[in-house]
Structures are given as C-alpha cells and as structure tokens.
C-alpha cells in the first residue's frame, strides 16, 4: 500500500536558521505529492504540492522538489521565523481512483528567539 | 480561515456513550472528508462522501457512520465509545470529487473518559 515516512520530531532550530524536514514516500505511479501545515490549534493548511517529477512546489518561503528517483519531498525553507513553529505533514494522492490522501507521522518545528 | 466550519470544539463523553460531529464544507464544495487524528495512529482518513454518496473508505470502525445531506453538511457518528477513540477529528471539503487540494475545518476534540 501506499505510505509516506517523515522525519521524526521535534525539531527545534533558532530564528534564521535553515530547515530541512525529510520526506519519503512508497506509492505505486505517479502520486501528488503535498506539505500540510498544522499551527497550533488550528487544522490543516496546504502549505505547497507538486504533481509530477521534477516539478517545484513553493510557498512562503518553503519549497520542495518531487525527485521520483529517489521517491522523496524534502521540505526546506532558507530562514525560519518564530512564527513558522507549528507541525508539517507530509501527504500523497494517489493519481487516478478517489481521494485517499495518505499522510505521514507529522513533524513538530519550535523555533526559538 | 479555510471556510470549514466544525462543531462542536471540544466534546466530553463517557465510554458506550454515542456522539454526532457536524461538519459544514466551504461554499460551494461537493466533497467532505473525514479524518481521525490520534497520537498513536497520527492522520487517518476515515470516508469521503461527495454530493450526498459515499466515494472512498478508509480506516473507519463499523462502530462509525457518517452521512451527507442534500445541504451538503456532513455528520459523522461515532457510537459505543471506547478511550481509544479519544482524538481530534477533521472535517475538509473540495469542490469536486477528485481534485488535490482539500481545505480542512479547525477539528473537533474528543475525549471519552
């Protein structure tokens, strides 16, 4: 079946700080590939997606790269801000058949003043 | 503000007790899903319903059902409670069956003591 492996948490990282959360993902085809942000208290927020290989997605200052050789979505952003503390998920989408979006553990991020 | 509206916030019950989640999609938006959101599970799709018909299933208990109706809202019911069951509960909506980008509501928190 279908499942995405991300970077266990929490990260914590000083302001301006670069980040990289790692993502990984087993699926047959060519899936979408997304980044959920889950501020505290708060649901689900599409961060970006990419729908084919090679493909960019970026917002806010992240982005990230659908690399289908080595079946990954690493998410990464230059220099975190204070406000950007909150839990990242990485997601699928299965290409073709209904919507079963399949996400991965979730990553804390804390940055810190 | 995704334009999904969830209720109630938080509801308290007690094990064996039955409970009705609502969840009202974005104007305009056909499809809703349903999610649970535990520790030890993480992100869990549960159904999709799209204009009033069930159109995906996933790790739902057959102690759970959920409907849409003709306004298009959405109930999910979760009967006979178990302490497991204890979670947050996320509702999204899209506009059609099967688009990419789901739009989530603020959640429901279960607790069942």
């Known amino acids: 079946g279908n499942s995405v492996t991300q970077m266990e948490g929490p990260v914590t990282l000083s302001e301006e700080a670069f980040l990289t959360i790692n993502c990984t993902y087993t699926a047959t085809g060519y899936p979408s590939l997304f980044w959920y942000v889950q501020y505290p208290g708060e649901g689900l927020q599409l961060l970006l997606k990419a729908t084919k290989a090679d493909d960019k997605g970026s917002n806010k200052g992240f982005e990230a790269t659908y690399r289908k050789e080595t079946t990954s979505f690493h998410l990464e952003k230059g220099s975190v801000q204070v406000s950007d503390s909150a839990v990242y998920f990485c997601?699928?989408?299965?290409?073709?058949?209904?919507?079963?979006?399949?996400f991965g553990i979730g990553t804390k991020l804390q940055v810190i003043p | 503000d995704s334009g999904v509206t969830q209720t109630p916030k938080h509801l308290i019950t007690a094990t064996g007790q039955r409970v009705t989640l609502r969840c009202s999609p974005r104007?305009?938006?056909?499809?809703v899903y349903w999610y649970q959101q535990s520790l030890d599970q993480g992100l869990q799709f549960l159904i999709q319903?799209?204009?009033?018909?069930?159109?995906a299933k996933g790790n739902i208990l057959e102690r759970f059902s959920a409907q849409q109706f003709p306004d298009l809202h959405s109930e999910l019911n979760l009967s006979s409670l178990e302490l497991g069951d204890s979670a947050l509960y996320f509702c999204a909506s899209s506009d059609r069956s099967r688009t990419d980008t789901q739009y989530f509501g603020p959640g429901t928190r279960l607790t069942v003591l």
């Open positions: 997601a699928l989408l299965p290409r073709g058949g209904y919507q079963k979006v399949t």
């Open positions: 319903y799209y204009n009033g018909e069930e159109r």
């Open positions: 104007s305009g938006d056909l499809s």
